[in-house]
């Protein structure tokens, strides 16, 4: 009898290992025919990806698998998978070398070492210290062993001081268990999208954008589809265009204000529109708010927090606000069953951050004036740097907000790498390539994060360096 049942067991493991091996003829003949189709395109002069193709074929496939009884979820990521092989058989124009700000930090630490004084515009990191009861509170807390492994969100005491922090500052309700204090705002990105997106989702970006977004879109398994946003419109989203790109395969938006490049913070009509269509689309809406704090407009930070309607991660840190760039420190907040995922990643990855640096956290909350003070700061620095860029060869968004100004350089021809690579040898100032956020090859970004005086002289030298190309 069991003889029978293992012929049985077997004969289906055949038919099973067959169907397989089919499958995957289909797929070589698919990814053939993709390949000429790469070529009619290349020979009409047509662009690789098609956005509307796509969205034909994700139709038909939502249908079919609703026809055949297969999750529409697993369809549409298994078509993702085609779709992403199809795009690497077709025929590419060559790659662009495309430089970062950490290529050109290299670059600039180079020349430091051989005695060179560099003006650092590169890196987005501020140059204020931690406040000084920071400072010593890590020191004591340390000092007395609190040096211990905590829970994996992070100690109850810090969750909550963050949660009575979120309802001063934007009025928003949330318990201290949907808060999880993280490796900074960074380790944040990475749990909002290992918790939301499985391999073969899309997720939304809004360029131009921080490039760990992309790649960490990518590191989870997911594909990012870009939203771009253009200098013409005051780095507006369009509303039309981003309903356009989400497909039956998103998962996810991220987004970014005040921005890291551009500096631009929304205004309260387009965050609820993005926030609108979400929810209407069912996405997770994950807004990083780490430069909340550097807001020059005047007018309230709009907050995801102030939408507990929509499914959300807000993102924020300690690095920008108070200078603990170093320290590691930052925070997530969201609904408690996606606060339970993410902190059980966060438990098997890292287990927790260091006690004495949620104790560090803690007392940051309580200097409120030195993140005003900081942000004032940036404020003053952005109304310099823009007024000493006014009669240069550039065209630009004055900053609402962060610690970034992001130029375009109106000469033709230049491209952005190679103009951060040509200034920093010429003249000795480093700025982040405009390639490495999006599509922005004539754009370099500016970091604030130095003295007033030192950032004025840098945009004389770059206005120098532009003349010698016009
Ligand atoms: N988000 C944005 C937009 C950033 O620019 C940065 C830092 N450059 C971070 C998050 C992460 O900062 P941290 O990990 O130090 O909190």
Redesign the pocket.
């Known amino acids: 009898m069991s003889c029978v049942k293992d012929n049985e067991l077997d004969r289906m493991r055949n038919e099973v290992l067959e169907i397989t091996k089919e499958i995957l003829r289909l797929v070589a003949k698919r990814q053939s025919l993709c390949a000429e189709i790469g070529k009619l395109k290349q020979a009409k002069g047509l662009s690789i990806e098609d956005p509307s193709a796509e969205r034909i074929l994700r139709e038909a496939i939502t249908k079919e698998a609703l026809a055949l009884g297969i999750e529409k979820d697993f369809a549409q990521r298994l078509t993702t998978q085609l779709i992403e092989e199809c795009i690497k058989v077709q025929p590419k124009p060559p790659e662009k070398k495309v430089l970062t700000h950490r290529d050109i930090a290299r670059m600039a630490e180079a020349l430091e070492r051989q005695g060179v004084r560099v003006i650092r515009m590169d890196v987005?990191e501020p140059d204020f210290r931690a406040p000084s009861v920071v400072v010593e509170r890590a020191y004591q807390e340390m000092k007395a062993g609190r040096s211990r492994y905590t829970e994996p969100k992070g100690k109850q005491e810090l969750r909550q001081a963050i949660a009575d922090y979120v309802k001063m500052r934007f009025d928003a309700d949330v318990k201290a268990d949907q808060v999880i204090a993280t490796m900074?705002?960074?380790?944040g990105?990475y749990l909002a999208l290992a918790s939301t997106v499985s391999p073969g989702d899309e997720v939304i970006v809004i360029d131009p954008s921080?490039p760990i977004y992309k790649s960490c879109v990518r590191y989870v398994g997911g594909r990012p589809i870009v939203l771009e946003t253009r200098l013409e419109d005051g780095w507006e989203p369009n509303l039309d265009e981003l309903n356009e790109k989400i497909s039956a395969a998103t998962k996810a938006i991220i987004m970014?204000y005040p921005s890291?490049p551009t500096g631009k913070a929304l205004g309260k009509k387009t965050f609820k529109g993005i926030v609108e269509i979400a929810q209407d689309r069912k996405l997770t809406l994950i807004s990083?708010e780490?430069?909340a704090d550097y807001n020059f407009t005047g007018s309230e930070h709009n907050t995801v927090l102030n939408y507990p309607e929509v499914s959300y991660v807000l993102?924020s840190?300690f690095?920008k606000s108070w200078g603990m760039?170093g320290f590691?420190v930052?925070f997530v907040i969201s609904d408690l069953d996606r606060a339970n995922k993410m902190a059980a990643i966060q438990s098997m990855l890292i287990t927790c951050i260091p006690e004495f640096i949620q104790y560090a956290a803690i007392e940051a909350l309580k200097c409120l004036d030195e993140a005003k003070k900081n942000s004032e700061v940036m404020r003053e620095r952005a109304e310099a740097v823009c007024k000493a860029l006014e009669p240069l060869p550039v065209s630009f968004y004055k900053p609402d907000g962060a610690m970034y100004v992001f130029p375009r350089i109106d000469v033709k021809g230049i491209d952005g790498s190679e103009f951060a690579v040509k200034l920093l040898e010429n003249k000795n100032v480093s700025v982040a390539p405009g390639g490495a956020f999006g599509n922005y090859f004539n754009y370099f970004r500016m970091s604030l994060g130095q003295p007033k005086e030192v950032l004025v002289e840098g945009v004389k030298r770059i206005g120098e360096f532009l003349s010698t190309l016009s």
């Open positions: 987005g900074g705002g960074a380790f990105v921080w970014n890291n990083d780490v430069y993102i840190s690095s760039t590691r930052g």
